[in-house]
């Protein structure tokens, strides 16, 4: 069985960066690729970011540019970079996982095993 765990959200400011980390431990030689996705109050869970096992990221068309997605294999976590935090980047972040190892696309239905979820909060 696979778990995630996010940390590292908070309340920022806008301008400021924050650092997502997602723990991932039980059988993760069955999770292939993970990735990140949001969900503000009143609209849908949207995908990020997401990478495979060997480092290849996808990205959001709306993430490219302040989002860095990465991961370290030897401690089996994941890591998201947020740079020039706005007030839309306000939303629960969560962490998920798939077998997929490509051509998966970032959204939930691809993504069975998910993470609580962490808070970034950011203002004016």
């Known amino acids: 069985q696979v778990q995630l765990v996010e940390s590292g959200g908070g309340s920022v400011q806008a301008g400021g960066s924050l650092r997502l980390s997602c723990v991932v431990s039980?059988?993760?030689?069955?999770?292939?690729?993970i990735g990140w996705f949001r969900q503000a109050p009143g609209k849908e869970r949207e995908g990020v970011a997401a990478?495979?096992?060997?480092?290849?990221?996808t990205y959001a068309a709306s993430a490219k540019g302040r989002f860095t997605i990465s991961r370290d294999n030897s401690i089996d976590e994941l890591y998201l970079e947020i740079d020039k935090l706005e007030p839309e980047d306000t939303a629960m972040y969560y962490c998920?996982?798939?077998?997929?190892?490509?051509?998966?696309?970032?959204?939930?239905?691809?993504?069975?095993?998910w993470g609580q979820g962490t808070q970034v909060t950011v203002s004016s």
């Open positions: 039980g059988d993760t030689y069955s999770t292939n690729s």
């Open positions: 990478i495979n096992r060997g480092g290849k990221p």
């Open positions: 998920a996982a798939t077998r997929l190892g490509r051509y998966y696309q970032l959204s939930p239905t691809d993504f069975p095993i």
